[in-house]
């Protein structure tokens, strides 16, 4: 089978930095990056999910590697035996805003390693929903010579560049080896029962205001009539205190400075309510 990304010596360029190492991430013990969304609610900058290429243009066609195909299914689920493996994130702007009608195109090959070059098993699209969730129901693809284990993943917002990229499992001893594998692209992977659970936020370089996840509408919330508590943006609020809004009472689930626009109906994230 042909490898793919094993020129030696390349320096990959990370076209964009990613902010994701860079931040700090005390709740995360696998070693896995961040989710957007954590760094996020914790303050830190967001910048675009790295390209999973080298920066020359001739490596470019690599950076896909051989096996992708235009045109696969519409589904969310790719059928097939295997470990099972749902995949779900978010795709968000650089200022965290969703991003709704994403593009998300992933391929992979199957449990032994072969990619369906005649067919389209394990290749499928979706587009993200109005809060920017996509999800993805397939298995843990198996291995083949040259890469550690990865899934391909092609994500592109209305009108602009597409973004090329893989995305990895934390754990893999082949991790330490392939060339291409950047830890930036790790999923958070816990094992539900017999399945495995991932999840990866993508960014994309798309400029924006923020619009927390699940915030409703805007007409949905009327800005002439303040719901009122004891809730307040620009304050610093640690896990475990509660908070009155609109009526209800509200317990933070992880410290951070509030802002207009993540009341705590806003951003079940931050706020639970009880
Ligand atoms: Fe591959």
New binding site residues.
Partial sequence: MEE??TTPAISRKTLLKAAFIAAPVPLLATGAPALARTVWAEGGPLEPTPFCEDGDDPTIPQTE???FKPNSPRRSTLPGSGTPLVVSGFVFGLACQPLANVLVDF???DTNGN?DNRGFNFRGHQFTDAQGRYQLTTIV?GL?PG?TR???VKAQAPNRPVLTT?LYFPGEPRNNTDTIFDPRLLMTIRTVGGRREGTFDFVLNVAGQPTPTGSPTPTATPTTTPPGGSWAPGTAYTAGVTVTYGGATYRCLQPHTSQAGWEPPNVPALWQRV
């Fill in positions: 793919e990304g590697g051989p096996y391929w992979q090959c990619y693809p083949y890469r990865h899934i391909h893989q």
